[in-house]
């Protein structure tokens, strides 16, 4: 029997696309082996954690609102 089996797709968690393994970072914790977020979206998660930090801003974790963020940025970006 195979230990983990690895997968070749992933759905991210914040954006809902389904996208190929290497665009998500490993994590071994996870059954699938890949982090739950895409590249793209932890990408934006790192840059509004740094800006929140930046400013002083405490935020609850909200999925829509991060959604949401995520989608601005990425539009504006690509
Ligand atoms: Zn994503």
Do not use: W
């Amino acid at each position: 029997m195979a230990k983990v089996k690895k997968a070749t797709h992933a759905t991210c968690t914040i954006c809902n696309e389904t996208k190929p393994a290497d665009q998500f970072n490993k994590n071994y914790q996870k059954l699938n082996g890949l982090q739950s977020n895409c590249k793209s979206c932890q990408r934006v998660l790192h840059h509004r954690s740094e800006y929140n930090k930046k400013n002083g801003i405490v935020t609850k974790r909200n999925k829509a609102k991060t959604k949401a963020i995520c989608q601005k940025i990425m539009e504006a970006c690509e």
